[in-house]
């Protein structure tokens, strides 16, 4: 294959969700020049996700409710979050906010403070919202910058390194043309992977391919097997954000037969409306609270039925009297997308929502790969097992300004690297080693919908040892059956082959990484290991030590 386009900057931007801009506009202002590639157009992702009235950045307070924040942090991680990330966090973030309004994100405290999503203790939030104005306010201050420049629609497909480190990228242009990238450092923004699940609450490109990327060149993967799950309404609008504090006025959750989901699970001495005012309490799942079993319940229903229809709530009509903000402003925007929780059947199913693993770091985001940084959701940030709600936006603050500022230090280090085509169109060849029998463009959108099928049958919030081999079993036999070569050579499907190629690779990862850890912790629930075991009070780190060959290890570290 021919590579006749060749592109120099200083450094690529690849992801243009809330970290993506951050960074983008860091570096722009230290006179880089910048080149952002994102999937879709820019300010996407899941920072922009539409169907979702708000996002939240919780803030810390002062000086003496820092330890406080760190104990909340760390009880919500049951051990397996990077302490020096998370204090870098709580140090910075109460500036990072005031940022917002740099990159065009429209923020608004809300009024007294709140308690998120599995923090222990009160402090403020900042609402996002208004996702068109944030992406008109982004257009036009990027379009302010004479050496910033966006490809949109354009996929990475590898990262080329010579003299052990980054120094450029071969891309995926709009137009399926091969192009590659001359640069002194690369910055992956580019989010989680819920869209490798069939029932998610992200936009299609979440797909893991910055982990993929970041893996190949050499970077290491960590709480990989730590995926938040959060109910999301099936019906009457599919894929729609679910509101958890609203559980606060639920009744019941009931099966289609009418009878409760709850009442046959719960243990002697939890009521229903117990379990579910906990519930109320968070999104995520979490395995640490009696409150799971709201969700274990959905889950093993849907097993055992292999219906994905969700399950109806029974709320009291009190519920719309409560005029707090925080519920208001959820309440008035389902309205809006015509729904009602009293007046329609509303109907829920656990979702998958974020990866709370990722790239390995340190504090400047830097990946232990030279050049190569990993920021957002892409990263392993400062989240465990579980993450407290409302610090994964101020992570993107926090971290792509400290990446943007140690990216800047290192490009004054480094000369720029002169790739040769040849080299490009090797390292092409290269990328795909695998040849199977099946050339039908067709059977490649099947196993993509099969991989997303597999992955949330066995490996959402409940699972087990035989769910979970099976599963690797059936996804190996996917990928032997698939020439995926044969469809890169053709320019119409360049692009799915490497979204099957990053789905086959990365699913067979997550599931392994699932089955290596035999316990219940945080944001799951092994069926056949239902405690949270000491042994396993260690962080598993995953490594390709050659092509096609990962290592699987849990390390202090």
Wanted: charged content about 25%; overall charge negative.
């Amino acid at each position: 294959m021919r590579i006749n386009r060749k592109i120099k900057t200083d450094v690529l931007v690849v992801g243009s969700g809330l970290a993506g801009i951050k960074v983008a506009k860091e570096l722009a202002d230290q006179h880089h020049e910048v080149l952002m590639a994102t999937k879709m157009k820019l300010a996407s992702g899941s920072s922009f996700y539409p169907l979702k009235a708000s996002l939240g950045t919780q803030v810390t307070k002062d000086g003496s409710d820092k330890p406080v924040f760190m104990a909340d942090i760390e009880t919500a991680s049951r051990g397996m979050h990077r302490q020096d990330l998370a204090e870098v966090y709580v140090e910075e973030i109460a500036e990072r906010v005031q940022e917002y309004g740099d990159i065009g994100v429209i923020s608004k405290k809300l009024e007294g403070e709140r308690k998120a999503c599995f923090a222990e203790h009160p402090r403020d939030i900042y609402l996002l919202s208004n996702w068109d104005g944030i992406r008109e306010n982004v257009t036009e201050i990027f379009g302010g910058y004479e050496k910033l420049n966006v490809m949109e629609r354009t996929v990475v497909i590898s990262l080329i390194q010579q003299e052990e480190r980054v120094v450029g990228a071969l891309l995926l242009d709009r137009d399926n043309e091969v192009i590659v990238v001359e640069c002194k450092a690369v910055v992956l923004a580019t989010g989680g992977f819920g869209s490798l699940y069939k029932h998610n609450l992200n936009p299609n490109d979440v797909d893991g391919s910055g982990h993929v990327l970041a893996l190949e060149a050499g970077a290491s993967l960590v709480n990989m097997e730590f995926i938040q799950f959060i109910p999301g309404i099936t019906t009457p609008r599919y894929k729609t954000l679910f509101g958890e504090h609203t559980l606060m006025y639920c009744r019941d959750i009931v099966k289609d037969s009418g009878e409760s989901l709850l009442d046959p699970v719960l243990p002697e001495g939890l009521s229903r409306k117990e379990c579910l005012e906990i519930r109320s309490g968070h999104g995520p799942f979490t395995d640490s609270l009696e409150s799971k079993w709201v969700d274990i319940a959905m889950m093993k229903e849907i097993i055992r039925t292999r219906s994905e229809q969700g399950f109806e709530l029974l709320y009291d009509p009190e519920l719309y009297e409560n005029d707090e903000e925080f519920y208001t402003v959820y309440l008035n925007w389902l309205e809006q997308n015509g729904i009602h929780l009293v007046g329609d059947e509303v109907r829920i199913a656990p979702f998958a929502h974020a990866s709370n693993g990722g790239v390995y770091i340190d504090p400047d985001g830097r990946s232990g790969v030279p050049g190569l940084y990993a920021i957002g959701e892409l990263s392993c940030n400062i989240e465990g097992a579980n993450r407290l709600g409302g610090n994964s936006t101020g992570a993107c603050m926090v971290f792509g300004k400290r990446a943007a500022a140690d990216c800047s230090r290192y490009m004054q280090e480094v000369e720029p690297y002169e790739i040769g085509l040849e080299t490009a169109e090797l390292q092409l060849d290269r990328l795909f080693n695998k040849k199977g029998k099946c050339t039908d463009a067709e059977a490649v959108h099947e196993a993509v919908d099969k991989v997303r099928e597999i992955l949330w049958y066995a490996g959402n919030v409940v699972r087990s040892e035989q769910q979970l081999l099976a599963a690797i079993e059936e996804i190996n036999a996917l990928e032997n059956g698939l020439d995926l070569a044969h469809f890169f050579k053709q320019q119409a499907t360049r692009k799915l082959a490497i979204k099957a190629k990053n789905f086959l690779k990365l699913s067979q990862l997550l599931l392994q990484a699932m089955l290596e850890r035999k316990e219940s912790r945080g944001a799951h629930y092994r069926e056949d290991h239902p405690q949270e075991k000491p042994e396993f009070a260690k962080r598993l780190f995953i490594k390709e030590t050659k092509p096609g060959t990962l290592s699987f290890e849990f390390l202090n570290q």
